[in-house]
């Protein structure tokens, strides 16, 4: 019988079956390859070797809970849905709480929700030789995790403190802290290097870097929104240079 994963949306990482590890040699390949994060793009977040790349969309929710796709609130605050949209500039402001009869909830930001990492996990498994051993990076400056003081951290750039654990690719969708409040890996990836995920605490948005083909089955995946992107795309707030550039989210929080 196939797992039902909706009552291990509240479970921590000790529950799901993660494995935190003191060693960060599996992670040091991305910390290589990285570009600096003031460089602020994609290759700042995921190492710039692959072949392709998209950027996958968190929903926004609607007020029965079902997820709400960019490119509709787009449409309805007449906006334009483009690779480099960002979420502010499609409603036209960091500090629109909902808006009824479109969306009640906006983007997580800072977390894959459960049921889009589930989506994306059914994709990226056809494309790794190793779905067994994958690793999984959380940023400990997320509140939701505590690793002994002992515990060598991955060195990402303004990211140091990340935590590494180990698992197979269906504990992706582990929500660390559990429940509601729980925040998902903020880095990923399987022991093959095939492909790289990468969730910045900041972004309502989540990388990829992978072959072709696996750019091309994510962008096709109906349960996924996702579009086509590049190593250099900026990843800031005003990178949207096709709508209307909003006030900085800084003064809406």
Known sequence: MARDPEPTDDQDWQERGLRMTAAVEPGMWIVKHVHRFNEHAIASLVPPVFASYARIFHPAMAIDGEPVRWTDVAAANGTTAHPVMEWGSLVGSWRTPEQPGVWQEAP???????????????????FT?????????????????????????????????????????????????????????????????????????????????????????????????????????????????????????????
């Open 129 to 253: 030789q190793t779905p067994d051993t994958c690793w999984f990076a959380h940023w400990e400056g997320s509140g939701r995790i505590t690793a002994p003081e002992h515990y060598p951290r991955l060195p990402m750039p303004s990211r140091e403190h990340m935590v590494l654990f180990s698992g197979d690719i269906d504990l992706a969708d582990t929500q660390f802290g559990g429940g509601m409040l729980g925040m998902s890996a903020h880095l990923w990836w399987p022991d093959d290097h095939a492909w790289c995920v990468a969730t910045d605490i900041d972004l309502m948005t989540t990388y990829l870097g992978a072959s072709a083909e696996c750019v091309e089955a994510v962008l096709a995946a109906p349960e996924l929104e996702a579009l086509p992107a590049t190593s250099d795309q900026k990843i800031t707030w005003d990178s949207d240079t096709v709508n209307p550039l909003p006030g900085s989210p800084s003064s809406g929080f």
């Open 108 to 126: 997580e930001r800072g977390s894959l929700p459960p049921r889009t990492a589930r989506a994306l996990v059914g994709v990226l498994r056809r």
